[in-house]
DNA sequence: GTCTATAGAAGGATAGAC
DNA sequence: GTCTATCCTTCTATAGAC
């Protein structure tokens, strides 16, 4: 499985063969098939494991909290997952990228729900003046832009800094939290 | 070009095959190979094309206006670009979450000197205190994560907001200069 | 310029020995 | 469980007729 999330993670699915899966598990083509029954499988079995720790974060937005820490909180689980995760992150970003064929059902599902249910709870907070009035969906949409954008990026970034830094996420943390401060403010 | 561009930002390079770009193109394959030199010829044609429109937006922040007014003026040219060729930039994203192996050179190059030369004004404009002290850097990555997140995870959006819209940049303009408003205000 | 036919390599998957 | 050998399909690319 760490083998085939190391090479769909960098390629893609179409793009990832199953003799680069195969050599790096050290194992050879066949016995690869003999755990998973095909390609296709492989990539679904590392998928199904993740749907559920992707939404653990939002999941936790407590309604009850105060807004903006809550919001705030959410946002560190954001980045730390994106930084603990890269390649799972750029599994699901390879993904959607290309429209999301093997997700759709997901995203339609269990995460659209799970998302309008947190954004009928920000507007509340938006409502009762917690936090700043804005589009609840447009500011989800923002947390996840800027929070895995350090991670299915990460070329970019390292390309553009490679003097400065070593790690894509360098100073994220703390800026990603302040501008959200801002813009958070009532 | 039209009907490759079309594949390749839908599947990834490894993803696309020629016989894709020559039904999309109403020719046969061996007729689209009588143009181009193989598939890695058409694939660097794009992108030649494109690099250098894609940093048109941000050469033209211009140091002696205000800083305020450029920024949110180089937000507006970037929505935009995102907006009126969401396949283009889903060529680069495809690219750079694989890890850029083949605009590596223009990511180390031009656009690093450009990023460099534009921080750099930035800075200068934080330092006179026309705008919010941040990292610079961060700033620019920000500005790039919110504008192109509405074309490159349109999937995504639109599989989420199926019911309420039919284009994922609905309403993006509005909020994303709404939220670096607040970022940027001293 | 455009096509059909096909070469040659690579990829997914299976058979069958150990 | 793990391998080698191999089948069959798909893919890039070329040959050569028109």
Same mark, same amino acid.
């Given at each position: ?18 003799? @680069?899966?195969? !050599? ?16 296709? =499988?492989?990539?679904? $079995? ?20 105060? =807004?903006?820490?809550?919001?705030? *909180? ?7 997952? =994106?930084?603990? +995760? ?5 599994? +699901? $970003?390879?993904? !959607? ?8 059902? +997901? ?11 947190? $954004? *009928?709870? !920000? ?7 917690? #936090?700043?009035?804005?589009?609840? +969906?447009?500011? #989800? ?6 929070? @895995? ?5 990460? $070329? ?8 400065? #830094? ?12 302040? !501008?959200?401060?801002?813009?958070? *403010?009532?």
């Amino acid at each position: 499985m760490d083998a085939a999330l190391q090479v769909f993670s960098a390629h893609g699915f179409r793009g990832s063969t199953l003799d @680069q899966i195969a !050599i790096n598990a050290g194992l050879s083509k066949p016995n690869v098939l003999y755990y998973f029954n095909g390609k296709e =499988a492989i990539h679904v $079995a590392l998928l199904s494991d993740l749907l559920d720790t992707w939404l653990d974060p939002l999941r936790a937005l407590n309604p009850n909290g105060n =807004a903006r820490d809550e919001l705030l *909180a959410y946002i560190r689980r954001k980045l730390e997952l =994106a930084r603990n +995760f890269p390649r799972e992150s750029r599994l +699901f $970003a390879n993904e !959607i990228v290309q429209g999301a064929p093997r997700i759709e059902n +997901f995203l339609k599902g269990e995460l659209r729900i799970l998302v309008d249910e947190k $954004a *009928a709870v !920000i507007a509340e907070w938006m409502d009762a003046g917690q #936090i700043a009035k804005l589009d609840p +969906f447009h500011l #989800i949409f923002s947390i996840w832009a800027l929070t @895995q954008h350090y991670s299915d990026f990460e $070329a970019q970034i390292r390309f553009i800094r490679a003097d400065n #830094i070593t790690d894509s996420h360098d100073g994220a943390q703390s800026f990603v939290e302040t !501008i959200f401060d801002k813009i958070l *403010a009532p």
